[in-house]
């Protein structure tokens, strides 16, 4: 009976996505200015190329976080000119390989299907699980490459997007969609393309109260450990909400570990709410495209938050490596610095850290950062700018980043 009632509701949420509108206007009290909006957008990894030439189209569910965690279901067709492009699958139609649900969400594929006589794309996901763990905000949907074939302007559009999440059936929730267009030409002869942008769907009821602190942290096996941690309890409890940071396979959060540089990429990417970056070639030679964190370390690389070095003559990220106090303190600047509107540093504005003098290579980023009390010392003159940051303090700084920002 179980296995029969599991069987039905996924033959109904199925019917929901392919019966479902491709375009429901959102109602205009809904879409308000400048609210921020989670997306389904195609990251091309050149709008320019000449014929002969290919480039990539990937298919990200991004800013998804929050009350958006619990996506259980989407449906997506891009369409395209088979005229000016060419989709290359190296004779796999199935080869979109679509990463939006966690592993535990047992997610069926209903569509994953190239036309290439029609012009489209078309790629479908259902899970019946239910929780706010199936899905973390960001996740890709599909990846593909094209050929250019002739000269001229080719568009790519989301002819349907639909995204439904749990509890919600028959609603498509109301995100944003893109359609890029990339110009092709001869030897370089016509400059970059362009990109539209609608909002489509409609805002999903919402089921049940908002959760406390304390339910946020009771997720967490290790619970007391954060209780313990009042400086960072609130950061981490606002992480879990949304699910920018996540726990261990074991269930803990583990604050007090270090964060690594490729962790540190992706929580500042999910947390930023940044559109996501394709490359059609790695930037690093120790970040393969086969990597967990490639596309973040990208796009927070194009951002220009993180950056690498040099060994042995190629150019080098070290995800692996624990990221210091410096670093993130760094990558935080960067943003900001780069934020329209956001005021510069004081030139008056000193340091209380004897361990930070004037030549050390962060020194401007701290100096910056204590002057809008983005961070402390671990002392009232010490910063300890080589340590270890840990997954606490990731959060801790990340949060009031946004605060500053959002405020």
């Known amino acids: 009976m179980k296995r029969e009632r599991m069987t039905r509701s996924l033959c109904a949420l199925a019917l929901i ?125 599909g990846e593909l490459r094209f050929k250019a074939l002739k000269a001229g302007e080719a568009q790519l559009t989301q002819s349907k997007s639909i995204v439904i999440k749990a509890d919600n059936p028959g609603v498509n929730i109301i995100h944003t969609v893109n359609a890029p267009t990339v110009v092709i030409g001869t030897s ?26 304390d339910q946020a942290l009771r997720v967490f096996r290790d619970y007391g450990q954060i209780a313990s941690m009042s400086w960072a309890a609130d950061a981490i409890a606002s992480f879990s909400r949304s699910k920018v940071m996540q726990g261990t396979p074991a269930g803990n959060f583990e604050p007090r570990k270090n964060i690594t540089r490729a962790e540190f990429a992706k929580t500042a990417v999910v947390a930023l709410g940044l559109d996501m970056t394709q490359r059609l070639t790695p930037t690093f030679a120790d970040v393969p495209k086969t990597a967990w964190h490639y596309d973040y370390v990208e796009t927070a690389a194009e951002y220009g938050l993180v950056e690498g070095s040099t060994r042995g003559g190629r150019a080098v990220f070290l995800p692996n490596e624990p990221i210091t106090r410096a670093e993130i303190a760094a990558v935080v600047s960067r943003f900001l610095r780069g934020f329209e509107g956001f005021p510069g540093a004081a030139a008056a504005v000193d340091i209380p850290f004897a361990d930070v003098s004037a030549d050390h290579w962060a020194y401007e980023d701290i100096r910056y950062l204590h002057q809008f009390e983005l961070l402390k010392g671990k002392s009232a003159d010490r910063f300890a700018p080589a340590d270890n940051a840990s997954r606490a303090e990731a959060a801790v700084l990340l949060e009031r980043l946004l605060a500053l920002r959002d405020g």
Do not use: C
Request: glycine share 12%.
């Open 17 to 141: 996505l392919f019966a479902g509108s491709a375009f429901r206007a959102a109602p205009a009290a809904q879409a308000a200015a400048g609210e921020a909006k989670p997306q389904v957008r195609l990251a091309l990894s050149s709008a320019q190329v000449d014929v002969g030439d290919t480039f990539e189209a990937a298919i990200w569910l991004q800013g998804f976080t929050g009350d958006y965690s619990d996506i259980q279901g989407y449906e997506i067709r891009i369409d395209y000119d088979p005229e000016l492009l060419e989709p290359v699958t190296d004779g796999n139609e199935s080869a979109l390989k679509p990463k939006v649900f966690a592993g535990g969400a047992s997610p069926m594929t209903l569509a994953n299907r190239i036309d290439t006589a029609a012009g489209s794309i078309h790629i479908s996901q259902v899970t019946t699980k239910k929780g706010n763990l199936l899905f973390a905000g960001y996740g890709k949907a």
């Open 188 to 213: 370089g002869s016509v400059s970059g393309g362009s990109e539209q942008t609608d909002t489509v769907g409609e805002e999903p009821e919402k089921k049940g109260g908002s959760v406390t602190k």
